[in-house]
């Protein structure tokens, strides 16, 4: 009805996009991907919750597909840096994967704690020597230094692309 105030409370998250203005969505690469940038359009939204923000990523190809991200903000953060890092998810993702695949990090019993604690503990101090490991060798082979030790054929174990590094 026309002269009441909006409702209060707490509204759902596909609400609040659905409302937005479509002005409101600005067309962001959140990071490089396997083919090219990973465009979404984003949305940024405040829920009236203290020092939260609602993200909204929409799908270019599908815009029915949303997912959504709360931010805890202290100060304001430009969109584009929201969206950097709602984008890093990939490469945790990723990492998590090889150390699934090669290290075991999920092949363990949980009985106790503290063996469930040692066993992740160790496969996740392997994965970072291997991803180590195999980025010291691609900067010998870059450099073509000769290496000490016999040189292996592995890739950077934390990424699909081998690169090693800081993206």
């Not at 105030?5 to 479509?22: C, F, H, I, M, V």
């Not at 969505?25 to 829920?47: A, E, F, I, M």
């Not at 997912?67 to 805890?72: G, L, N, P």
């Not at 019993?109 to 991803?131: E, G, N």
């Given at each position: ?61 599908k815009p029915s597909e949303l997912a959504y991200y709360i931010c805890h903000?202290?100060?304001p953060v430009p969109l584009a840096e929201l969206v950097r ?83």
């Amino acid at each position: 009805m026309p002269g009441l105030p909006p409702p209060t409370g707490p509204r759902r998250a596909d609400e609040l996009a659905a409302s937005a203005p479509q002005r409101g969505w600005q067309r962001l690469s959140c990071g490089p991907g396997s083919k090219g940038h990973r465009l979404y359009d984003w949305l940024l939204v405040d829920p009236g919750a203290d020092e939260h923000l609602l993200l909204v990523r929409r799908s270019i190809t599908k815009p029915s597909e949303l997912a959504y991200y709360i931010c805890h903000n202290r100060t304001p953060v430009p969109l584009a840096e929201l969206v950097r890092v709602a984008g890093s998810r990939w490469s945790v993702e990723e990492t998590f994967q090889f150390a699934k695949n090669d290290t075991g990090l999920d092949h363990y019993q949980v009985r106790r704690y503290d063996a469930w604690y040692r066993h992740i503990t160790l496969s996740l101090l392997a994965a970072a020597f291997l991803a180590v490991t195999a980025h010291t060798e691609q900067l010998h082979d870059q450099k073509g230094t000769p290496q000490a030790a016999p040189s292996s054929s592995f890739p950077c174990p934390a990424t699909k692309s081998g690169a090693c590094g800081p993206p």
